[in-house]
């Protein structure tokens, strides 16, 4: 059994970068001499890029392509596998193979205290500054994940479908995921999994799957520069 609050997100393969942003755009306007664009660096076509985020044309930011794997818990894939558009998931089997014991505990500066006028729709937390509560959590959710583990290989022993077998297990549980997407599908993802106090719409996302979402942006600013600049300068609203 083993216990963790590291959320993986690796990047396996990527295709494209601002130049096909620019070169998509151009065919609008330059016909078939767009096409020498996707070859050619996007330096100096700042603007156009801005102008495509400000205006919402989204559809040139679709011309590239992320893959991740992406180790979480479970809690993180029910959120995340509701981003249905531009996202393409392949997740490991619970009926083809074992599960393994890999639960996740927060981390000690993981915001978790709701605050006095806590809302839902606007979910504020605090850090836990008393180490009994933490500790108290953390061991509720030991003792849950050993039962349920132990449940689960119980029900594997006895050679029912492990499809059944699984039932009993938690949200905590780790799952790997492949994820493709295009910048702009990751953008869309972004703008409502991240926290950002000055974006046009402040989303407040559970800080697991913000986790996911920060590695993921941290590869789109690598990968694409200038469109990342002018999401964040847009108010990180989606095109
Ligand atoms: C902070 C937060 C709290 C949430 N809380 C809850 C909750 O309590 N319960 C719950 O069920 N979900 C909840 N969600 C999930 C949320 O409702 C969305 O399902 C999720 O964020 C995916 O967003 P999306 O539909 O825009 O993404 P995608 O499915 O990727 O869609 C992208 C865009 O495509 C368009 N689109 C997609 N499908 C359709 C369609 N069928 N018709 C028309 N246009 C479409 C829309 O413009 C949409 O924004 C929450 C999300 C966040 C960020």
Not at 107 to 127: A, N, Q
Request: net charge neutral; proline share 5%.
């Amino acid at each position: 059994m083993q216990f963790t609050s590291d959320i993986k997100v690796n990047l396996i393969q990527k295709m494209g970068g601002d130049h096909m942003v620019v070169a998509a755009a151009k065919v609008s306007t330059d016909g078939e001499a767009a096409e020498k664009m996707a070859y050619e660096s996007a330096e100096g076509k700042a603007g156009l890029i801005n102008y495509l985020m400000n205006h919402r044309h989204g559809t040139p930011f679709e011309h590239s392509a992320l893959t991740f794997f992406v180790h979480a818990p479970i809690l993180v894939w029910r959120e995340w596998h509701r981003h249905r558009v531009g996202f393409s998931y392949n997740e490991e089997s619970g009926r083809y193979k074992k599960l393994e014991p890999l639960f996740y505990l927060p981390d000690r500066e993981r915001l978790m205290m709701k605050i006095e006028d806590w809302k839902p729709g606007r979910p504020k937390f605090t850090r836990c500054e008393s180490d009994s509560v933490f500790e108290q959590l953390c061991s509720n959710l030991k003792q849950a994940y050993e039962l349920s583990y132990a449940m689960y290989e119980a029900n594997l022993a006895l050679k029912i479908d492990p499809g059944l077998a699984r039932d009993c297990l938690p949200v905590g549980i780790y799952s790997g995921c492949w994820v493709t997407c295009n910048p702009r599908s990751l953008m869309a993802f972004l703008s409502l999994r991240t926290h950002e106090p000055d974006a046009t719409q402040i989303s407040y996302p559970l800080w697991e799957i913000e986790v996911a979402a920060r590695i993921c942006e941290q590869i789109l600013e690598s990968g694409w520069p200038i469109t990342y600049k002018a999401f964040v300068n847009n108010g990180r609203v989606g095109p």
